[in-house]
């Protein structure tokens, strides 16, 4: 270890700007900027370009690099065959509850812990994070069993979308984060809204959330995306046709339709969680890390 103006590095700087030492550096860095980048990259490519192979092209041993002859008719049959636009519409309806229902349930959740600290609290946010460490699979037949008897009410609600947004507003790992957003938030802020006669909800309203607008977004991209990738549990509690997520669409229409039609379906429904990342990609990873420098 070598260090220099205080912070300690694997490779000294005065190693760094010598001639071997730099090329290897570089080298190095080259390679694993490359890797990374054919390893997330990669698999669109080949989507994308998938898309627009014939279907003997698509079949074919080895596999062709670029597309022989161009077919962006498969993105119109896609669209026209597979229905997209009412899956799209039915994801899109979904992801909107979902972002909904976090918003403001697991915020006031959050909230409660971290700046009103209720008794056992602590405990309490202890039992949720100890829900993440249940696998997902584990809570199907308990969540399909409440969902077409719901408890006290006994309502059937397959076919509606509270099956799919409820389940989704129990998530102990969002609340944790907008706990952790939220303990960053100096507490002379709230001891003077206090003084200024703000009551509790008055003060999430007006200085939480217009400062919390980070980690906010962060809640709800975890929330839509959550809605367009999922399939089992959809694919369960959504049998009619007309009320399925992209993904289940997709598959249900998979068994009929051309290999290269399926992949051009499966290229338009990612765009949009694609875009959405693009389009906030700042405000995610100043959501997570504004939380984490506290202390």
């Known amino acids: 270890m070598a260090q ?8 000294s ?14 080298t190095l860095l080259a390679v694993v900027v490359v890797v990374f ?29 670029f597309p022989k002859d161009p077919q962006p008719q498969n993105y ?16 899109f309806y979904y992801a909107a509850g979902a972002v909904l229902f976090q918003l ?24 949720m994070l100890a829900t993440l460490m249940i696998p997902a699979m584990v809570l199907i037949v308990p969540q ?13 609600l397959l076919d509606s979308p509270f099956a799919i947004w409820l389940p989704l507003v129990a998530n102990g790992f969002n609340i944790f984060l907008l706990k952790r957003f939220f303990d ?22 007006s200085i939480i959330l217009p400062m919390s607008r980070p980690i906010l977004g962060v809640v709800s991209i975890f929330a839509v995306t959550a809605v367009w990738k999922d399939f089992l549990w959809p694919k369960l509690v959504m049998p009619s046709p007309e009320t399925r997520t992209v993904s289940v669409g997709i598959y249900a229409f998979s068994g009929g339709t051309p290999m290269n039609v399926v992949i051009a379906a499966s290229v338009i429904a990612a765009i949009p969680t694609v ?21």
């Open 104 to 127: 403001v349930l697991d915020t006031a959740a959050a909230y409660a812990l971290s700046k009103l600290r209720p008794v056992l609290g602590n405990v309490i946010l202890g039992l």
């Open 184 to 205: 960053s938030i100096p507490e002379d802020l709230m001891a003077a809204a206090l003084v200024d006669g703000a009551t509790p909800l008055r003060t999430l309203w």
């Open 76 to 91: 119109v049959d896609a669209w026209t065959n597979l229905r997209l636009a009412k899956l799209l519409f039915n994801t």
């Open 144 to 156: 399909y069993v409440t969902v077409i008897d719901l408890p006290i009410l006994h309502l059937n």
């Open 37 to 65: 980048t054919l390893v997330f990259i990669g698999p669109l490519y080949w989507m994308v370009t998938g898309a627009l192979k014939s279907g003997q092209e698509i079949a074919q041993t080895p596999p062709s690099l």
């Open 275 to 295: 875009v959405i990342f693009l389009i906030f990609q700042r405000n995610i990873m100043s959501g997570l890390t504004t939380g984490s420098l506290k202390g």
């Open 13 to 26: 700087q005065a190693q760094l700007t010598r001639g071997r030492g730099r090329v290897i550096y570089w």
């Open 4 to 11: 220099d103006s205080g912070t300690r590095t694997l490779i």
